[in-house]
């Protein structure tokens, strides 16, 4: 009542109970004031949690960024990164290796083949006897079929650019097999060194009416004993990559390579005994190549050359590189069946029909060459009695 007085309220029977809610309004101040202070604090201390927070992630990240450079922390750890620099240097080496290869590839550019050749027969791996075997044994083993209706043309035009290198497959072959070869017009070979694995000589080639036939491309398989042996059986685009496939093609002595005709090797073997191996081998992995098939003689003969090839590597290990006493007894080694006779007896004639000429052994006649007549050359390819 005494505060309604003050106030200058009226009295009410409720204002003898003013003194409880009067303590309690007088009390409900000091108790926000004390909960304004407790989030003061609770403030306080958030933000001190947010700067040691903000701290140990700074100083976190310095340590994975590791010392800069320059600063006093960059100098001390540099003893325990020599070991790391030192198995750098590996890498480095690999690198400066990486980068000289190209150079080497450059360096030997030169030594290579050119471009329009094909890339050289390795006869070395021809020669195995032991694989060239296991193949012959793959090899149908069938008579002769009729030569009825063989001709050269058969076989596509003769050294056809098959492979589209601009040059005759002749030219190609020549500047694979032979050394110090000189060209005209980029492609004919003019000249040039050829050691002639039929008869273990050299002969200097020089391209010329009259010289051009010393050196010749052989067909390791005689066409004509392709077309009797399963080639008839071939496509003419097939027959045509036969005829200027470089595996069987070989640059050799002219007058040898008519001395062979078409014979297979059960009737012609070359001269020099040494390369009876590869040559067998090669004829081998033609005819696997192309499908075709040997005679009983021929593969009876095929194998006995095999056969004796693993003896004569096995003796011949020990020898080193002195082919010299290993050629000599060679060339007089005996000869297989059928050594084919001389060409016609008088100088220059020509033979009187291509029967006369496979008689005497001398077929195919290449124009130029003793015993050829442009009236046994029927398709006048330059190659009679074919």
């Known amino acids: 009542m005494l505060i309604s007085r003050l106030w200058g309220f009226p009295a009410t029977p409720d204002d003898e109970a003013d003194v409880t809610p009067a303590r309690s309004r007088m009390t ?14 609770l403030l306080v201390l958030a933000f001190v949690v947010l700067v040691v927070i903000a701290l140990i992630v700074g100083s976190s990240a310095e340590e994975a960024e590791g010392p800069r450079p320059g600063s006093s922390a960059s100098s001390a750890p540099q003893a325990p990164e020599a070991p790391s620099s030192e198995a750098q240097e590996p890498g ?27 890339a050289p027969v390795d006869d070395s791996a021809a020669s195995d006897s032991a694989e060239a075997l296991t193949v012959l044994e793959t090899l149908d083993i069938k008579g002769r079929a009729p030569k009825t209706g063989y001709g050269r043309d058969l076989f596509g035009p003769t050294w056809h650019d098959v492979d589209g290198n601009g040059c005759s497959t002749r030219n190609d072959i020549l500047a694979r097999d032979l050394t110090g070869i ?3 017009d980029g492609c004919s070979v003019s000249s040039g060194l050829l050691q002639d694995p039929y008869t273990d000589t050299a002969i200097d080639f020089t391209a010329g009416m009259d010289t051009s036939a010393e050196v010749q491309i052989d067909h390791v398989v005689a066409l004509s004993d392709a077309w ?56 081998v992995d033609v005819k696997a190549k192309y499908d075709l098939w040997v005679t009983q003689p021929e593969h009876d003969r095929m194998a006995e050359v095999l056969r004796d090839c693993e003896g004569e590597s096995s003796s011949d290990s020990g020898s080193g590189s002195d082919q010299s006493s290993t050629r000599a007894p060679a060339e007089s080694a005996p000869q297989p069946a059928q050594e084919p006779a001389p060409a016609p007896a008088a100088p220059g004639a020509a033979f009187a029909n291509c029967s006369e000429a496979r008689a005497a052994g001398a077929a195919p006649l290449y124009r130029g060459m003793p015993g050829y007549a442009p009236r046994m050359d029927g398709d006048g390819d330059g190659v009679a009695c074919e």
Not at 93 to 118: H, L, N, Q
Not at 255 to 261: A, M
């Open 28 to 41: 409900t101040p000091a108790k926000i004031g004390i909960g304004c202070g407790g989030c003061l604090g």
């Open 182 to 184: 000189e060209r005209e």
């Open 92 to 118: 480095g080496a690999e690198s400066s290796e990486a980068a000289e290869a190209p150079e080497a590839v450059e360096t030997s550019a030169p030594a290579s083949e050119p471009e329009s050749s094909p």
């Open 228 to 283: 009797q042996k399963g080639a008839q059986q071939l496509s003419e685009q097939q027959r045509l990559v036969f005829a200027n496939d470089p595996l069987n093609l070989l640059a050799v002595d002219g007058p040898t390579n008519q001395s062979k005709g078409d014979g297979d090797a059960a009737t012609w073997l070359p001269p020099n005994r040494s390369y009876w191996c590869p040559y067998v081998a090669r004829q």
